[in-house]
């Protein structure tokens, strides 16, 4: 590779949470579902102004806090495609996902993180902040079990040390200005002197991948899937939250160099994440596949995917990534050149 080319500045950051309980809460195997739905009630609390029984019927829908930032709705991108519902602009990262069932004893922590996307996500980081200590105070679980909020950090990517978002007497919110840097690398123009690159998605929590509506197993999983449906992902992230148009790729052009050259190593199973919803009512399954994937290929066709690929950290993938599903650790051959910084 001849280096990095340009750079994209991103407004993304990732946020760790930390509360106190006031009596023993029961955790679930997947605690995002109960974190967003605690989460959305408290932000539509605290944000509606109209009282409306359905956001899409309001004459503020489109700019109500509360629907910009829970339930975004649909608007015109820069693609042929349109749609009827778009990524929200958060990620919701839970505790002791795929650990199994657990107790979090009264007075100890519940520490949880969520990753907030683009510039009016951001700018809103104290109404958050405000509905995630009105979610507290109201009690999380069947059991409503209170708790406060004891400080919000925003982490670096880069392994350094948190900055405080709460003042020390937790009084107001400290805007910090959040940039994380996506370097793009350049290829040499000739493929035969590139090496082979390794990258490997240690999926942590359940990446639920769909086809025609059913959710793909480790058996029906291949590359063209992970790679086109993170592309997908991102794109439309970039174009509705991030602010980048136009698109920074080709993807039809990237995963046709990449597919033809690509091997794959996968060590994956299938792992419930049960969740009841209250709208339903009933239990569903949003399980997916967890474990390792490897991916093989020249470097001219796989160095253009990394960014991409590590950017999908903070992003997540697949069905209900905002409850933090399809949440991965990228490791490739080249992790130390294609890292982010924040300034």
Known sequence: MSGAGRALALPLARYRFTAQLEADLPLPVF?????????????HHVACTTGQTRCSACPLWRSCPYPAVFETPPR???????????????VIEPPLAGEGDGMLCAGGPLVWHMVLAGEPTLTRLDLIVHAWRRALRQGLGELRVPGRLLSVERLDPDGGAPLPVLAGDGSRVI???????LPLPAVDADESATPTLEATLHLTTPLR????????????LDARTLLSQMLRRTNLMLDLHLGVRPAPFDAPALLAAVLPVLSER?????????????RQRREMNLGGVVGRWTINAPAHALAPLLPWLHLGQWLHLGKNATMGLGAYRLETSTTNALLSKTV
Not at 33 to 38: A, D, G, T, W
């Open 31 to 43: 605690a995002g579902p109960l974190l967003r739905s605690v989460f959305g009630a408290a932000l």
């Open 76 to 90: 015109p991108t820069q693609f042929e495609q349109q749609f009827s519902q778009v990524p929200n602009p958060y």
């Open 175 to 181: 805007a910090h200005e959040s940039r994380l840097w």
């Open 209 to 220: 991948l769909q086809h025609q509506g059913q959710a793909l197993g480790p058996e029906q």
């Open 266 to 278: 996968r060590a994956l199973r299938w792992q419930d994440a049960p969740r009841y919803s209250a």
